[in-house]
């Protein structure tokens, strides 16, 4: 049984539902889909999780794995905007509009800093432990530091989780992969629209 699976299935026993019910709450056609999931032979689509969550009166966090259960209380948590995709490969279009809300503990976050999240695409970013699917939470900043990874936007319409390089001498920035089968992407003096959107936090990983 998988880690996301044993934590759906505690939930949906500990609030006295049927796979069934659960099932139709979800949007799916049938219980054996839930079976599946709770079984290990599939996992929830991210596009549900936040949903689960709530029918479970529990966090997304909790039904990814990576944190205990703890009461639910308002101040306790921090929501966090979730917008489309984030490329982690060679760039993505992104959209000025909020897709989802995550609830972060507040003890994860600095305080007084703002923070927003995405969905990692491709595999440019693996070696830093960020594979497709991930969520990957930044900092909202545009102050960023040789090494850190970051939030790029590239000509006003692209996105991409990179990690930042300046030359000190020529002051030539590259976005470098943690992927070897990657090219970095340079920033020149064309790329009018270039700017840094924000440092990573926090990596949600979606694999169990």
Known sequence: MSHMGNRIKKLRIQHKMTQDELAQQLGYSSRSSINKIEIGRSELPQSKITLAANILHTTPAYILGWQEPIKAIDHEFEK???????????????EDNIIDYISIPKKMLQPHKQYFANYAMGDSMKNENINDGDL??????NVINNGDIGCFNIDNNEATCKIFKRDP??????????NNDYQPIIITSQNIGFKVIGKLALVINNRQ
Do not use: N, R
């Open 169 to 178: 001498i020529t002051s030539i920035i590259m976005l470098l992969p943690a």
């Open 136 to 141: 990957v939470i930044f900092e909202h900043t």
């Open 80 to 94: 966090i905007p979730v917008y489309p995709p984030l490329c982690c490969g060679d760039g993505w279009f992104t």
